[in-house]
């Protein structure tokens, strides 16, 4: 295993490096950004001295050849905008958008798996098609209207919950988990149902009841585990997605994570906080998904074998 | 191994268990708060003013104060300038400077309030206030914004301190606009980086700052040695969410005492305030290329939009249809000009005869806007598009972002832009024409794709003038550019919403987007 994860590791580096050097890349394509940090009619000379003093003026490799070694140091620079760290930015911002797609993934995986489970037991029966309507529509419905609904009913109609903000303590949870898991979870539902129902018309399963099994010693044991991989991959990439995808969630909640950092940092033209942010989130996608490699191997003999032959 | 069915459902159990412990565990490490976040001290205190911005200030440097995010929490809460204008009467009213006189043609001599203190308990004297002015005014090094935006056309300074209370400002030229000028300038310490910006300053104003927490919120706290009145809140804790219906819903749910930057829809029902402010939109036309180098074509663009409609059923009612590029409260303001009526048979009739002309009206060209630059921007210039296929002329509509906007706002252009009618949208916070025309209209200004040499002539002579010989002079700048140039076409004089608690007592004006006073905030007895 551990051959294993040295080699996932050693392979997640090269797509690192890309990730790295494609969004300095990318933004230097936006253009010099002096117009928005400097007075609209401030002159040519000022221009040059902003340019200048921020290393815009040097040519793109030049400008690359400094940021990877800062990268090397883990100095991302300074935000032009805030003058602060962008590293000490970006790490201040990540946990709280980690701890929020964490809590949300969770929900979302026993949601969806219970609501899956209990779909599939009867395919096409009443719990199945409302279990579809519901999971699809929940997949369907965009993030902010979902947000602007849920303050409008929770907060302002029902009083209950707070707009928005993250002093009303586990309360400040509620909105921004219920509008974040609901995707996930109607994904989910869908992944589980259609791996459960599969599992569930297999020979091993009939082969268990024969031989007097429970339903829910089948359900638990025999087919949940068989569907398990295919729900966990279609998790990972939901988990990645929560990530990168809280922005709209954060903006309306006020929730400080990195998704509103990252957007303000595109907006602003703030290369050195775009920069640490991406590469940031970058780093944990990776490990996420050496955490679902792992996973998949624990809950699948064949992979399990794969790799133990591998290594 | 072998389970009995109650081992398998003690194991199922325990499994359950474990996936409800680890979710339970999830919530419960995270303590219910969140990362990045001071969650141990939740206002709403009967002493704490809650207010909610649109946005994070990226900094609380003072000479960046004219930038709307940083001004509307530093000016006049945390630091002071010397006097200000009164945005109701326009006149300049006294703050730490309490008189100031044009000693010579060319040297204003302001004379200091005695007994002011800084937030950390030094006296303010005559070599902060020259430190700060310099700074400001003349550090190109730091390139303040107020830099570029007031002091741009005055050249160098030379200040002095004659004595502790006194202070003297020599510029090249007569300069009548001098104190309006420094109006703009935030006192700060005369120890103060004259290297690097601060994002968190000591000042003389009735506030300093208590924590920031970056990215959640700033809370201000007054102190006991300002020399003014005491403020009626002791404290003021600043949020920023970026929807607008969030930040009304937060004063509709008693989450916030005070909202600004709402729209008409945004939801502020009865805590909803409407106020004038400083903006005004219009389309700048560039004027070099067909089919918007003919005059009569701009004319027609102009009479084909429905102003009245697009303040009524767009903004709400808020705002009113705009005749010139400035405001009513600026002086320079031309109270004979009306705006443009609508008319799109007579605005066909202009675009046929030009074609009759030889005029290339066919050729497309761009209206750009920059995305969320004011409520319903896209909704506007898809109106005006739609009015414009009507007339026979063909536009193309490109939303862009701000830096990519700024592009075609600001001088040198692309070189391959083509013929284009911008969405702009101008705020003069100065209260003087100058701020205006100089950038707009001139040939050469900074923001201009349109001019003459007369109106250039006309422009400079206006800016020689003061008291009503200037106020005329400026409105003759404002009829001759739509007569002879007719390179904008105005749309509304902007307005606003502001969200206030029904606790809470304030009335806005027209600077309040971009200088929200705080001591004038008071609780409703």
């Known amino acids: 295993m551990l051959t294993f994860l040295r080699r996932r590791v ?103 798996t219970a609501v899956g489970c209990w779909a599939a037991l009867r395919p096409n029966g009443l719990a199945d098609r409302v279990s579809s309507l519901l999971s699809m529509t929940a997949a369907s419905v965009p993030d902010f209207w979902l947000a602007i609904l849920g303050i409008w009913v929770f907060a302002i109609m029902l009083g209950v919950l707070p707009t928005s903000g993250v002093d009303a303590g586990g309360l400040s949870w509620v909105l921004p988990i219920a509008v974040l898991m609901l995707r996930p979870a109607g994904v989910l539902t869908q992944v589980v149902r259609g791996a459960m129902i599969s599992a569930l018309g297999s020979p091993y399963v009939k082969v268990a009841r024969s031989k007097g099994a429970g339903e829910r010693r089948v359900v638990a044991r025999h087919a949940l585990k068989n569907a398990a991989p295919p729900a966990l991959t279609v998790a990972g990439d939901l988990a990645v997605g929560l990530i990168n995808g809280a922005v709209v969630v954060e903006s309306i909640f006020g929730w400080p994570g990195i998704g509103k950092l990252l ?37 699948d003999a064949r992979v399990r074998q794969k790799v133990g032959a591998a290594a | 191994m072998t389970l009995s069915p109650h081992g398998l459902r003690a194991r199922n159990a325990r499994a359950a268990a474990l996936v409800a412990a680890a979710a339970a565990m999830s919530l419960a490490a995270t303590g219910c708060s969140v990362a990045n976040s001071d969650a141990g001290d939740p206002a709403g205190g009967g002493n704490t003013l809650r207010v909610v911005l649109p946005q994070e200030p990226p900094t609380l440097e003072p000479c960046e104060a004219s930038l709307t995010a940083t001004g509307v929490v530093v000016r006049s809460n945390i ?40 937030s950390d308990g030094s006296d303010f004297t005559s070599e902060d206030a020259v430190a700060a002015i310099e700074r400001s005014a003349n550090n190109t090094k730091l390139a303040c914004n107020v830099q570029g935006y007031v002091f741009g056309e005055s050249g160098k300074l030379t200040l002095a301190a004659p004595d502790a209370s006194t202070v003297t400002v020599q510029t090249g030229q007569p300069d009548p606009l001098l104190p309006l000028r420094v109006s703009f300038v935030e006192m700060t310490k005369s120890d103060t980086s004259t290297t ?110 429905d102003r009245d409609g697009i303040v009524k059923s767009l903004f709400g009612g808020i705002g009113r249809p705009a005749s010139q590029l400035i405001g009513p409260g600026v002086v320079g303001y031309n109270e004979s000009l009306t705006p443009t009526a609508y008319d799109l048979a007579g605005a066909k009739a202009l675009v046929d005869q030009a074609r009759a002309d ?51 706002q600001l001088r040198p ?31 050469d200004g900074a923001q201009s ?77």
């Not at chain 1, 602003?268 to 679902?292: E, G, H, P």
């Open chain 1, 10 to 112: 050693l392979t997640s580096l090269l797509p690192l490096l890309a990730v790295v050097l494609g969004v300095f890349v990318l933004a230097r394509l936006t253009g010099n950004p002096t117009a928005l940090y400097l007075p609209e009619n401030a002159t040519a000379q000022a221009r040059e001295q902003f340019s200048a003093a921020n290393g815009f003026d040097k040519p793109i490799w030049s400008q690359l050849l400094d940021y990877l070694s800062g990268v090397v140091r883990l100095d991302f620079g300074t935000s032009l905008r805030t003058g602060e760290s962008a590293a000490v930015m970006a790490l201040r911002a990540f946990p709280a958008t980690l701890q929020l797609a964490a809590v949300t993934m969770l929900l979302a995986c026993l949601v969806g």
């Open chain 2, 413 to 443: 252009f692309p070189d391959d832009a083509g013929p284009v009618a911008l969405m702009i949208m101008h705020g003069n916070q100065a209260g003087d024409a100058a701020f205006t025309v100089g950038q707009y209209f001139a040939t």
């Open chain 2, 358 to 408: 030889g005029v290339k009206v066919d050729t497309p060209f761009r209206i750009i806007g920059r995305t969320a630059q004011f409520p319903k921007i896209a909704e506007s210039i898809e109106l005006i598009q739609s009015a414009l296929t009507q007339i026979g002329l063909t536009a193309k509509i490109e939303m862009m972002d701000t830096s990519a906007q700024m592009k075609y």
């Open chain 2, 449 to 525: 794709s349109s001019g003459t040499p007369q109106l250039d002539q006309q422009i400079k002579a206006a800016g020689t003038q003061t008291g009503d010989a200037r106020k005329q002079a400026y409105a003759g700048v404002f009829a001759s550019e739509n007569k002879d140039v007719r390179g904008f076409a105005f749309l509304a004089n902007m307005g606003a919403v502001l969200g206030l608690a029904e606790n809470v007592s304030y009335a806005p004006d027209a600077a309040t987007g971009d200088e929200l006073r705080l001591a004038d905030v008071k609780p409703k007895s």
């Open chain 2, 196 to 305: 690097e910006k601060v994002r968190e300053p000591v000042g003389t104003g009735p506030y300093k700052i208590e924590t920031w927490a970056a990215g959640q919120k700033l809370t201000l706290t007054s102190w006991d040695g300002y020399w003014g009145d005491k403020p009626a809140y002791a404290k003021a804790e600043y949020q920023w969410r970026e929807e607008g219906t969030v930040r009304a819903a937060m004063v509709v749910n008693g989450e916030a005492d005070l909202a600004t930057n709402l729209g008409a829809d945004d939801g502020a029902g009865d805590t909803g305030v409407q106020y004038p402010n400083n903006e005004t939109t219009a389309l700048r036309f560039t004027t070099d290329q067909a089919p918007l180098n003919d005059i009569r074509v701009r004319q027609a663009i102009d009479m084909s939009i």
């Open chain 2, 79 to 118: 630091t002071e300038p010397l006097l200000e204008r009164n945005p109701t009467t326009g006149t300049l009213e006294p703050r730490l400077a309490t008189e100031w006189t044009q000693t010579q043609p060319t040297l204003w001599t302001f004379k200091l309030r005695s007994g002011v203190k800084f």
């Open chain 1, 263 to 299: 957007i303000d940092a595109i907006l602003q033209r703030d290369f050195a906080v775009l920069q640490a942010a991406v590469a940031i989130t970058a780093i944990s996608i990776f490990v996420l998904n050496i955490a679902i490699d792992i996973g998949y191997a624990l809950l």
